[in-house]
């Protein structure tokens, strides 16, 4: 069984950083794609940012260049480095691993909550 675990989310204010964690346990972690979703108060939830098993990473435009996506297959980890956070960067930031059968699992979420 897949589990996911996100940590590192909390209030800061803009322009402020935070670096979140997802910790994945029962999957070949080296071999699947993960990302990082996020869902606001009343809106969908969104991609912000993803790095697939040959590292290659995509961001939404919303954040690039603002956030950075990495991986630490020996930690099985994917951090998302968030800098430069702005009010409108809140909500529940999810992970999500995706096997290479095309499988998903979700993990918990963690609040982050920017304060202007």
């Known amino acids: 069984q897949v589990q996911l675990v996100e940590s590192g989310g909390g209030l800061v204010q803009a322009g402020g950083s935070l670096k979140l964690s997802c910790t994945a346990s029962g999957s070949n972690f080296r071999g699947n794609d993960i990302q990082w979703y996020r869902q606001a108060p009343e809106k969908q939830r969104e991609l912000v940012a993803g790095?697939?098993?040959?590292?290659?990473?995509t961001y939404d435009d919303s954040v690039r260049g603002r956030f950075t996506i990495s991986r630490d297959n020996a930690k099985n980890m994917v951090n998302l480095q968030m800098i430069t956070l702005r009010p409108d960067d809140t909500g529940v930031y999810y992970c999500r691993l995706r096997t290479p059968g095309r499988a998903v699992y979700w993990g918990q979420g963690t609040q982050v909550t920017v304060s202007s």
């Open positions: 790095i697939s098993s040959t590292y290659y990473t």
